[in-house]
């Protein structure tokens, strides 16, 4: 599919199939096309929870204000955005300068130095630690709903729940934000989509 298709197709849709399953494989697919998403330095700070547990998705559904589409969708994941991303002997930190040092582009004795950059980018302060975190998973947020709709699945992003309340329910760890979670499936036969809302034009958007 043409990505102007993909831009055109990819909806928020409400009404999942409940009948028709995502598999694990394709799953797979979607997450490792979505991972080549753009990050700070490439920390990639980002994590996710796949909820597929008819009961959990229940448990979620009721901090989500009731949103049917969590449990209608045969997969919902949990988006996590990590706020210690940037900090040395996290273990996706770690990966990145690994990486880093095996094509060559910093030396061993570096590690030092990179952790300083990344703190000094990222880790000023609690504002700027959030907006890290959150920048990026966004960016893999979006780049993971594009992947979905080329691989003929529908998608529909969700911040309408208590975060609190989640992630003590799901015993998520304090260094993640949860930014939103992400229903993934196939639209329910026979449902017609609303027309698209209003989108700003370029006039709107550019400020003078
Ligand atoms: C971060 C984010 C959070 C959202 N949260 C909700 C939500 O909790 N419930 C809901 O019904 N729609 C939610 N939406 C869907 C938006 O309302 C929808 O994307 C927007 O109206 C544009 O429609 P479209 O995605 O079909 O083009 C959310 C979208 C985003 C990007």
């Known amino acids: 599919m043409d990505f102007k298709d993909i831009l055109e197709k990819r909806r928020a849709i409400n009404y999942f199939d409940p009948d028709r399953d995502v598999d694990e494989t394709l799953l797979r697919a979607v997450v490792e096309s979505a991972a080549k998403a753009p990050s700070s330095y490439n920390l990639q700070p980002w994590k996710l929870k796949v909820l597929r547990d008819p009961a959990r998705k229940a448990e979620l559904r009721a901090l989500a204000f009731d949103q049917p589409k969590i449990t209608e969708a045969p997969v919902v994941l949990m988006l996590l955005a990590d706020r210690d991303g940037w900090k040395g002997g996290n273990a996706t930190l770690e990966s990145v300068f690994r990486d880093f040092v095996k094509s060559g582009k910093m ?102």
């Open 107 to 208: 030396q061993a004795d570096q590690k030092e130095w990179f952790e300083g950059v990344t703190q000094g980018l990222y880790g000023r302060d609690a504002e700027a630690v959030q907006a890290f975190a959150n920048k990026n998973a966004g960016l893999f947020a979006m780049s993971l709903m594009y992947a979905a709709s080329h691989h003929g699945l529908e998608t529909h992003p969700m911040d309408g729940f208590d975060h609190d309340g989640v992630r003590r329910a799901f015993g998520i760890p304090d260094n993640y934000w949860i930014p939103m979670l992400i229903a993934v499936g196939h639209l329910k036969p026979g449902v017609t989509l609303h027309p698209r809302n209003w989108r700003q034009s370029y006039d709107d958007m550019v400020l003078g």
